[in-house]
Structure formats: structure tokens, C-alpha cells
């Protein structure tokens, strides 16, 4: 990867700092507060050379070699401020591709920001959203798929989102797009190739019969539409990964005194849900994460649902209602104990997106309704009987079907929105391409919109991108990545 050197990055201006300067800058590396470590990173040219002037020992600063760890103290017009440990990265040797220092100071906020303020009053400036990462780019450190990896790592919320993230770190997506990309070059080079010269030309310099496809046919066709099977292959892969990244809500519903506390409690491993034999206790919908087979799961309980002279419960059934119509998954519990009521029928009728699970099978076995046979899950919240089987019904309902079947795991997935906006584009300017060239449109309007995909694949790994489109998804980022 190549150092970016278009003049227009960084055009956009925030608080006086525009992403693009070679300024040195400084954040927080990690959450300020009761910790025993706090990390600042500093980069930029010029970082070293400044920070030495805040510290205890500047010419050992200044001279420390490349990932070398110095002791001593940051000082602030001759006031000692903390003792800190500073790692030395040189250029090109680190992560922004910039001389850059990771200051280990102590932990709590007050020790932190003292340091932030001497690195300020010293001549760095606080560092943008997501600078850091974008130095990084632009001194070619890292292609744009990795840059977003690396929010996407933060923000995983269960191991598989991580390994996930780690995988297009290391650059899988990367590696997979370029090589879609460079094949779809080839089409398009090909079709150029007939465009740029004259039938005659081509005749006399080509295989015979190639200038027939002046005539509208596509040459390479065939990798065209391999390409475009690979880059089906990634589109599907979003409606997975979206799954790993973002969670989805389950609701548990029913009717009063059917278990959902209980059940809810079951699956969270804790007591956070007040349970007792008065029926309508829960009356105000709780939520917690958590993490089922790898998949970030929004759990709600909600009030029982029934009609209530109560008016505080009432609220809580109209929560409960709204809740409901928002939810990914209604888990629909049925009271064993009471067995099928005409609420449970009617609200089994609705079908879409629930599960429906008969709680207190250690008390009372199953009674499918007729109509419901063989899809009512048995469930007991005081044994933990049928949990497994209500997660994999859970998992059955969120993963959509894949190329490699519903629970194939794609071995290459895309990250973001904005890289499965740009896949969808390539997708659809290729489709077209293909169409016009099965009806043997001539070439001169086939060729843009090859050009089009392959702009599109180069724009998900940033070797075709703007200003714009850098600073507004940089700045998405966390401060300090």
C-alpha cells in the first residue's frame, strides 16, 4: 500500500483541526478512570522531539531508538506531574507510519489529564475522531477494510463478533475484493481493448474471429460472471455479519404468571427480575445482553398481557404491546400450569416471528393445540429442562439463509454498511453490463458500467476514494483510535 498524496484530504474543519495535517497530535488510548494504568497516544511529526520537552530526561527521549521503553517523569513548567513509562515507535515503524510515543502513566482521571494538558501547553493538539486510524491510511499502513476492522474489534459484542473483526484485520476482505477487482479489470481491459482500436486492427493483431465482438458479444464473459458470483457471495455475507455485529431483540411475552421473569432470569444467569406467585409483578418491560451461541441478544421481559383495572399495569401492557411490535423474535410463553388459553390461541395465530415454548414441564407436560402441533417448545425455568432447544430455535430464527445454507458462516464476510452499499453497487452496474450484453448492445455502453463496479470494489478498500467520504467515516471513530 502506497502513501496517499491527493492535497485534498482533510479539507473538512473541526474546532480549528482538519484530518490530513502532519501536526503532532495526542488522546486517550484508553478510558480515563479508577484504573492502574492510563495510556495517551501521541503522533506526528515532530512528536518525539516535542514531547521531549515535557519530560524528565529530553535528550534520552530524543535519541530512544524505534520500540524502545523510557523512564521518567512528564513535567509542566518545572512541576513534576506523573512518573510514566514512554514507548518510542519511529516512522515508518508504528502504527500511524509516524514517529508516535504511547505514554503509560497512572490511572484516575485527574493524573491523566494532567499529562494531556502539559502534552497541549508542549504543542500537540487533541486528536480528531478517528485520526490516529486515519494517519494510518493515508501513510499506507492500512487499506480501508482494516481501518474499519478496527472500530468493528471495539465494538464487538460477543467473541464471534471479535474473531470476526480480527479476521478482516489480518485482511481477508481486503484480499478478497482485490481479487474480484483484478478480474473485473481483465473484462474491462478486454472491452477497451476492442474499443481503442478498429475491426481491421483487431483482425489483423487477434485471434480469428475476434473482432466479432464488436459486435456486442463481451469478451470474458465468463469471468464476469464468476465475479459476479463471488460478489453475491459477499452481499448474502452481510445479512450474517449485520447479525454478529448489531444483535437482535428477542421479546418474551405472555400471559401473567406464565414465567417470562423466570425464563428471563434463566437465560441472563442472574436474578434480575423480580419473580413471586402474584400475578402482573413485572409491570415495566427490563432488558439485558446477552450472548447466545456468539450472537449479541437484546433479552426483554415484559409485563404479562392481559387487560387490567390497574392503571399502573395497564401502562406496563401498552410498553409491553409497543415493545412487541419492534421486537426481531416474540418468545411466546405458554403457562403449562393453566394450559392454552383463548389469549394464547389468538396470539398464536399471529405467528410471524414468534416462538412459542411451554414453560413448567417439570409440572406439567405438553398439550399441543391441534392446529400447533410439533411447534411448541417444552421449557422448564425452575429446571433449566429445554433451554438448549429454545436457543437453537432462537438461532434458527435470526441467521438467514446463505449461499452455504442457513448456518454456514461465510469464509470471507464485509464489515459495514458502507462496504455492503459499495458491493451492492458493483453488483448491480455488472448485472446490468451482463444484461446489455446478452442482448448484444454494442460495447461503448457496456464499458462505463464495468467501469463503475470496478470503482466501486476499489472504493471499499480506499485505493479510489474523497475527502469527504474519508473525514465522514473517520469520524465515526472514537477519539484515541
Not at 484530518?19 to 492502574?36: K, L, Q
Not at 481483465?186 to 478498429?198: F, H, M, N, R
Not at 425464563?263 to 409491570?283: A, M, Q, W, Y
Not at 442482448?439 to 474523497?466: F, Q, W, Y
Request: proline share 4%.
Amino acid at each position: 500500500m502506497c502513501k496517499k498524496s491527493d492535497a485534498n484530504y482533510g479539507s473538512a474543519i473541526y474546532g480549528g483541526a482538519v484530518y490530513g495535517e502532519e501536526s503532532p497530535i495526542a488522546a486517550f488510548a484508553t478510558v480515563p478512570g479508577n484504573s492502574a494504568l492510563s495510556v495517551i497516544r501521541c503522533s506526528g511529526k515532530g512528536a518525539i522531539e516535542t514531547a521531549a520537552s515535557i519530560f524528565s530526561a529530553p535528550e534520552k527521549l530524543k535519541n530512544a531508538q524505534g520500540n524502545t521503553v523510557i523512564h521518567g517523569w512528564i513535567v509542566n513548567a518545572g512541576e513534576k506531574i506523573d512518573e510514566a513509562l514512554v514507548s518510542v515507535f519511529r516512522a515508518p515503524k508504528s502504527y500511524t507510519g509516524e514517529d508516535s510515543l504511547d505514554i503509560s502513566c497512572h490511572g484516575g482521571s485527574a493524573a491523566g489529564k494532567a499529562v494531556i494538558d502539559a502534552l497541549k501547553s508542549s504543542g500537540f493538539r487533541g486528536a480528531l475522531p478517528g485520526e490516529f486510524t486515519f494517519r494510518a491510511f493515508m501513510n499506507g499502513k492500512l487499506d480501508l477494510t482494516r481501518c474499519e476492522s478496527v472500530m468493528e474489534l471495539v465494538s464487538a459484542k460477543t467473541d464471534t463478533g471479535r474473531s470476526h473483526a480480527v479476521t478482516r484485520l489480518s485482511g481477508s476482505l481486503y484480499s478478497e475484493v482485490d481479487e474480484i477487482k483484478k478480474l473485473l479489470v481483465s473484462v474491462l481491459s478486454g472491452a477497451e481493448i476492442y474499443l481503442d482500436y478498429s475491426e481491421d486492427e483487431i483482425s489483423a493483431g487477434f485471434d480469428a474471429g475476434a473482432s466479432d465482438e464488436i459486435a456486442g458479444r463481451l469478451p470474458n464473459k465468463e469471468t464476469a460472471l464468476k465475479v459476479l458470483a463471488r460478489l453475491k457471495k459477499l452481499q448474502a455475507s452481510w445479512r450474517i455479519e449485520r447479525i454478529y455485529q448489531e444483535g437482535v431483540s428477542v421479546v418474551i411475552a405472555g400471559r401473567p404468571n406464565a414465567g417470562k421473569s423466570s425464563i428471563f432470569n434463566l437465560i441472563l444467569k442472574e436474578d434480575r427480575s423480580i419473580v413471586t406467585e402474584i400475578p402482573g409483578t413485572t409491570r415495566d418491560w427490563i432488558e439485558a445482553w446477552v450472548n447466545i451461541e456468539g450472537i449479541p441478544v437484546r433479552l426483554v421481559d415484559t409485563a404479562g398481557l392481559r387487560d387490567s383495572g390497574d392503571s399502573v399495569e395497564k401502562i406496563g401492557v401498552e410498553r409491553s404491546l409497543k415493545i412487541l411490535q419492534e421486537a426481531d423474535i416474540v418468545l411466546y410463553l405458554i403457562d403449562g400450569e393453566q394450559g392454552v388459553t383463548a389469549e394464547d390461541i389468538e396470539f398464536m395465530k399471529r405467528g410471524e416471528r414468534c416462538i412459542f415454548a411451554w414453560n413448567k414441564t417439570d409440572i406439567s407436560p405438553v398439550i399441543q393445540p391441534p392446529e400447533f402441533a410439533d411447534n411448541i417448545i417444552s421449557v422448564s425455568a425452575r429446571t433449566g429442562e429445554g433451554l438448549n432447544d429454545l436457543y437453537a430455535a432462537i438461532i434458527s430464527a435470526v441467521k438467514p439463509e446463505t449461499p452455504e445454507g442457513i448456518f454456514g458462516e461465510p469464509a470471507v464476510s464485509i464489515g459495514t454498511v458502507r462496504q455492503k452499499n459499495l458491493v451492492d453497487d458493483a453488483c448491480r452496474a455488472l448485472e446490468e453490463a451482463l444484461t446489455l450484453a446478452e442482448k448484444e448492445e454494442p460495447l461503448d455502453i457496456i464499458a462505463p458500467l464495468l467501469r463503475e463496479a470496478v470503482n466501486a470494489l476499489g472504493e471499499i478498500t480506499g485505493e479510489v476514494s474523497t475527502a469527504d467520504i474519508l473525514e465522514e467515516m473517520f469520524s465515526r471513530f472514537c477519539v484515541g483510535k
